[in-house]
């Protein structure tokens, strides 16, 4: 299977109703950078996927292949969603309860790295219009204040 084959069915996993099925693909040392105050392993990126799915039932990532070059690949995404489904439960932050909101977020570049079949590191080259911080923004709440929250041992 081509390295963008991979990062496509990766990418069509973490938008369906079990991003779970994703993991066959991403590496044990799995990282990903952008849009969180840290870098993500594995399964606090699956952890936060899967809350995105369901409190947003219609989320897409709107995800476009640009270029493959070896164990690099490139493309965009453009998320967007509404949030109608569960409670958002991120990691370490209260719930947030449906609020019907849109929300849609910037056309931002994705990076994904690929080793022997498996994906290494997706880096998402987040701003504040990009990721996380842009969803608690847009469902009008404060991410400089809740982002520091996010993934901390309770």
């Known amino acids: 299977m081509k390295n963008s084959q991979i990062v496509k069915t990766v990418m069509d996993h973490l938008e369906s109703d079990d991003p779970e099925r994703a993991r ?48 690099v690949v490139r493309g965009m995404v453009e998320p967007q969603g509404t949030h109608t489904g569960d409670d958002l439960r991120l990691p370490g932050i209260a719930p947030i309860p449906a609020t019907g909101i849109s929300v849609i977020l910037a056309r931002t570049p994705i990076q994904f790295l690929v080793r022997e079949g498996k994906i290494t590191q997706i880096r998402l ?27 901390e041992e309770e």
């Open 24 to 71: 066959k693909f991403l590496a044990p040392d799995f990282h990903f950078e952008g849009s969180v105050t840290r870098p993500l392993n594995l399964d606090q990126m699956l952890e936060i996927v899967t809350a995105i799915m369901k409190a947003f039932p219609d989320w897409s990532m709107q995800f476009s292949l640009l270029h493959e070059d070896g164990e």
């Open 125 to 151: 080259e987040a701003g504040s219009s990009a990721g996380i911080p842009a969803i608690l923004e847009q469902l009008g709440l404060e991410p400089e204040a809740i982002l520091p929250q996010l993934l």
